[in-house]
């Protein structure tokens, strides 16, 4: 039965059941030569809200991704959820969840993490936040396999995920640039990650690689220095930028189109195929365009989103 409560001339109104939210934002990450390290929190927010139920598991879906069929055995926010509440070996509570996703699906926006992110965050806010962040950090890079794009989930901003000895991940943060804009160029076609990542060669040449590691410093020493214009080179990738490419029709005249247009460099946002494009703040709607239009001459639709960057990470709350 619907909880009501008595109004005051004796009417009953319905009570909201207490729903418990999390929010966890999109991603771009790789930002070329940073590969499975960089990762930038967008301002593209993946909400769930959950409340009790009786019995069982619902899903509803709204936004981004409604479209899918909805399967509660493989859904990435539920099973984050419930892999958490495992953990802390305690009861799984049966509920219904909503989940909103202003994030593209299969484009290389950090779909997959955020939804992991907020699953995550989700249970740890419903045992009173019984882990640390970088707890959750861990937990985290276990469900999604590799940890760019759920650092800059967690942690918000620009984030540089390394590799320890022991098998850790440690988040760095890195400073974001005042001054530098991003224009997301996001195609009608979906690339799945584990595709992507199935192109990729299993060794590279130590030369290659050692200037993959001088691209990333340098690109870092730009974003910090505010030296912009070393970003075309910057961006420059060996390790996935060419073979996940040929994914994305039209790629070099895409990329072409985006700097005749003015912007400082374009590369693959995540696994792609996304096009991320970094400039001057006056130019999102002249870049988005030349980019757009250089798409539907390879007959692929695509539209331009403005990427601001999300300072905050994933959080919690309850409302009762
Ligand atoms: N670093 C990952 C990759 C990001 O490039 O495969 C995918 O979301």
């Known amino acids: 039965m619907t909880p009501t409560r ?14 418990w939210t999390a929010v966890a934002p999109a991603s771009t990450s790789n930002l070329g030569p940073g590969f499975d390290c960089l990762g930038l929190a967008l301002r593209l927010p993946l909400k769930v809200s959950a409340t009790r139920i009786p019995s069982g598991f619902s899903i ?3 936004g981004e991704g409604s ?12 099973g984050a959820f419930r892999h958490l509440l495992r953990l802390a070996g305690g009861p799984v509570p049966t509920v219904a ?8 699906l299969a484009r290389g926006l950090g779909s997959s993490a955020a939804a992991i992110v907020a699953g995550l965050t989700l249970a740890n806010h419903w045992i009173g936040g019984r882990y640390t962040r970088e707890e959750i950090f861990r937990e985290a890079i276990r469900l999604e396999g590799h940890p760019d794009n759920v650092a800059a989930a967690i942690f918000g901003g620009l984030t540089l995920s390394m590799p320890r000895l022991d098998g850790s991940v440690e988040a760095l943060p890195l400073p974001v640039p005042r001054g530098l804009a991003i224009t997301l160029v996001v195609p009608a076609i979906r690339v799945s990650t584990e595709k992507a990542r199935a192109l990729l060669p299993a060794s590279v040449p130590l030369r290659s690689a050692a200037g993959n590691t001088a691209r990333a410093m340098a690109l870092t020493h730009a974003l910090s220095t ?3 214009e070393l970003l075309a080179e910057a961006l420059r990738d060996v390790y996935h930028v060419p073979y996940r490419a040929r994914l994305i029709p039209g790629f070099d005249r895409v990329v072409e189109a985006g700097r005749r247009a ?7 946002s995540g696994s792609g195929p996304t096009l991320l494009a970094f400039h001057a703040p006056r130019f999102g709607s002249r870049i988005g365009g030349a980019m757009v239009r250089a798409f539907a001459r390879q007959r692929v639709k695509a539209r331009a989103i403005p990427g601001r960057v999300a300072t905050k990470g994933a959080h919690a709350s309850t409302l009762l």
Do not use: Q
């Open 97 to 104: 969840l909503t989940i909103r996703s202003d994030i593209p």
């Open 6 to 19: 008595r109004l005051r001339r004796g009417k009953r109104a319905r009570v909201r059941p207490t729903r």
């Open 67 to 78: 479209d899918l069929a909805i399967d509660p055995h493989h859904d990435k926010v539920l």
């Open 60 to 62: 509803r879906r709204l």
């Open 262 to 268: 003015g912007a400082y460099g374009v590369t693959i």
């Open 226 to 228: 505010r030296r912009f």
